[in-house]
């Protein structure tokens, strides 16, 4: 009878003992898996249909000190962003407006003088927009399409006076006004969506380096950054 215990306690043991290494192995596969599912789910991430598209949009450049430090950190996250130059500052920067066409970088126009479009009369409108395309055109190689109306002042008139295209925004956090790279990082991310533009100028350090800590921490959030062009050709 002991000797009957002992036997069934053994084959108990070698059955336990069995399926310890069965189980074993099968973890070991199934660790295999979700190790190889983990290297492919960024792809799977970019396969999404439902994507979040964001522009960052800036005025008034191009600025000899803080557009290239902007353009290095864009190149460095590859992201492309949306600049709408003053005709008027393009003299003397015309590198800077051709590294931006080169790369892939919109090009907008936002006046020549940075005046506001609905208080001159057509002809001087007209002129504010033609002379800065033709510095654009002679320094990059491109024609805008889009302008930036100064204060975002457009009306009727303008509209019939001018094939060009003008590019709103629904995110400001007033960075011209502010500079301080904490408070305007924090409110793009803030009031950050899927389809916003946000409007931002490359003149200042503190919106260069708010602008690069809100794409680092956006494209976390799953966000693409794209040009305004983009969003508006949909
Ligand atoms: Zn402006």
């Known amino acids: 009878m002991k000797r009957q ?5 053994a ?3 070698l059955i336990g003992w069995m399926s310890y290494g069965i189980w074993r192995g099968e973890a070991a596969v199934i660790a295999e898996r979700d190790g190889a599912a983990a290297v492919s789910a960024p792809e799977e991430e970019k396969a999404l249909p439902a994507q979040k598209l964001i522009a960052l949009t800036f005025d008034d450049g191009p600025h000899p000190v803080c557009t290239p430090m902007l353009l290095d950190g864009l190149k460095e996250r590859g992201v492309k962003a949306s600049f709408f130059l003053l005709g008027g500052s393009i003299e003397g920067n015309e590198e800077i407006v051709e590294r931006m066409a080169e790369e892939g970088h919109l090009i907008g126009n936002h ?13 001087e409108a007209e002129k504010e927009i033609a002379d800065t395309n033709e510095k654009i055109l002679a320094a990059a190689g491109v024609l805008p399409v889009y302008i930036r109306p100064p204060y975002g002042e457009w009306n009727e008139e303008l509209e019939e006076l001018t094939d ?3 590019v709103f925004w629904n995110v400001d956090p007033l960075d011209w006004k ?3 790279r904490e408070k305007v990082a ?9 389809g916003r533009i946000v409007l931002l100028h490359d003149s200042y350090e503190t919106t260069v380096e708010a602008a690069l800590e809100v794409i680092d921490t956006l494209k976390k959030q799953g ?12």
């Open 11 to 13: 084959v108990l043991a």
């Open 223 to 234: 966000y693409t950054f794209v040009t305004a062009e983009e969003l508006l050709v949909d």
């Open 164 to 166: 060009m295209e003008p």
């Open 178 to 180: 502010i500079q301080d």
């Open 186 to 194: 924090g409110h793009i991310i803030k009031n950050a969506g899927d």
């Open 111 to 123: 006046t020549f003088s940075h005046v506001q479009l609905t208080k001159i009369s057509p002809r």
């Open 5 to 9: 215990v002992i036997l069934w306690a």
